[in-house]
């Protein structure tokens, strides 16, 4: 069975920046794409970032050119760099990873709150 786990999540003023960490429990080769999600109060959980095993990124309109999304194999982590961060990217964040004929895997969520 496949953890994931979120940190990084915090308050932060508008403009700023956060960095998002997933840890996985094993090795993340076997996933052929990762990718961070977010939900906002009231909202559908929509995805913001992706990236495959062979390194091909995928970005939501709304965080292109601020958020810059990774991963490292060897460390088994998947990360997001959130910059020029503004009020309306506050929402809990998820890691997702996906692996051939296996439903997907989410971590716990981190919440994320930009706020002056």
């Known amino acids: 069975q496949v953890q994931l786990v979120e940190s990084g999540g915090g308050l932060v003023q508008p403009g700023g920046s956060l960095r998002l960490s997933c840890a996985a429990s094993g090795s993340i080769s076997t996933f052929y794409s990762m990718g961070w999600y977010r939900q906002a109060p009231g909202q559908q959980r929509e995805l913001v970032a992706a990236?495959?095993?062979?390194?091909?990124?995928n970005y939501a309109d709304t965080v292109k050119g601020r958020f810059t999304i990774s991963r490292d194999n060897a460390k088994n982590t998947v990360n997001l760099q959130m910059n020029s961060l503004k009020p309306e990217d506050t929402a809990v964040y998820y890691c997702?990873?996906?692996?051939?004929?296996?439903?997907?895997?989410w971590g716990q969520g981190t919440q994320v709150t930009v706020s002056p």
């Open positions: 990236i495959t095993s062979g390194g091909s990124t």
């Open positions: 997702n990873a996906r692996k051939a004929l296996t439903l997907p895997y």
